[in-house]
């Protein structure tokens, strides 16, 4: 049997690419200009064979030996070692496999996934609506289930997030919270981040409710006793003329407190509203009116950028809570 310090003398023979050099017992050394090999010469099913058992000096004379004897235990059991290594890399192949999904799986956590999700949406949805469900997740959502990677996710843990809210009479909120965990969760199930989407169904959690819709005043009576009253208001010029602009106007508070001049085109009655100040995607799109705004501007002066400054300077918009004190709009 080779020693340490034979093995290590050995050198490759000039005339040759490779030589054997016998340990005993079929092992042998196969010896190149750039590394030594530990090998074994069997025949199995009547066919001769060669398992390589490793490189010197990552494996000594003493575990190849004992290789040796493991490999010849499998031959005389009717295993092919060669056959027998190969199943054993593919299981380690499939072991680091598993080890890598389970790892990835722990890292796609609820908020993980709900970012991403945010992230593929984002570029068609206007920057307040984003915030509204950031704040809506990291108040509602992510507090409870946002470190639980979504694999691990059941149907327990979804309703959960919604009865707590439900229990605080909040069910318009329960009801959009419900929505946007369903959205996330078949983002994941559509990415085969998860088997099945973890939720019961709405109705056996999020009672029936009336939400507060503002509904248009359709009866011409009705609409009579508001613009009497909006005449008869007593509070600032501006506040008048907003509760105007919006009989004359389909449009939400924000979108005309926000409204600046350079968005009127008044000779054409064309008001470009940007998309920021809209409840839309990020893209603007104007709208034909009939505008009163050119009598509107003359009568305030036109003093600053904004079609509605406040009283407390011109470069501030009128609040929302100055539309609302006026008692003639919700």
């Known amino acids: 049997m080779l020693t340490v ?197 709405k109705k056996s959690l999020v009672p029936a409710y009336s939400s507060n819709k503002m509904h248009a005043i359709t009866d011409e009576n009705v609409l009579g006793e508001f613009l009497r009253a909006v005449n008869n208001y007593q509070g600032s010029f501006i506040t008048q003329c907003a509760l105007r602009m919006f009989v004359y106007l389909p449009i939400r508070q924000g979108e005309f407190r926000s409204a600046h001049w350079c968005e009127f085109d008044l000779e054409r009655a064309v008001w470009t509203i940007p998309a920021a100040h809209r409840k839309l995607p990020k893209f603007e799109k104007k709208q034909p009116r009939k505008l009163f705004a050119n009598a509107f501007g003359k009568a305030s002066g036109c003093y600053s950028s904004r079609i509605a400054s406040s009283d407390r300077g011109r470069v501030i918009c009128l609040s929302k809570s100055t539309i609302g004190e006026s008692g003639l709009y919700e």
């Open 5 to 201: 310090a034979e093995i290590d003398a050995l050198q490759k023979s000039e005339k040759k690419t490779a030589d054997k050099v016998a340990d005993g017992a079929g092992l042998y050394l196969f010896v190149t200009k750039r590394s030594k090999v530990w090998k074994y010469l069997y025949r199995f099913d009547g066919k001769q064979n060669t398992l390589t058992i490793g490189k010197y000096p990552e494996v000594g004379p003493k575990e190849a030996r004992k290789r040796l004897n493991e490999a010849k235990a499998l031959v005389s059991s009717g295993v092919d070692p060669n056959f027998h290594k190969r199943q054993q890399i593919s299981q380690s192949l499939a072991d680091i496999e598993r080890e890598r999904i389970a790892s990835e799986a722990d890292m796609n956590t609820f908020k993980v996934v709900a970012n991403k999700w945010l992230e593929l949406h984002g570029h068609s949805w206007t920057d307040s609506h984003i915030e509204k469900l950031v704040g809506r997740l990291e108040n509602h959502v992510f507090p409870f289930v946002g470190d639980v990677p979504v694999s691990k996710l059941n149907k327990k843990h979804t309703a959960a997030v919604v009865e707590n809210i439900v229990k605080a009479k909040k069910f318009e909120t329960a009801s959009r919270i419900y929505q946007i965990m369903k959205s996330i969760l078949v983002y994941a199930n559509d990415r085969d981040l998860i088997d099945s989407v973890p939720l019961v169904s």
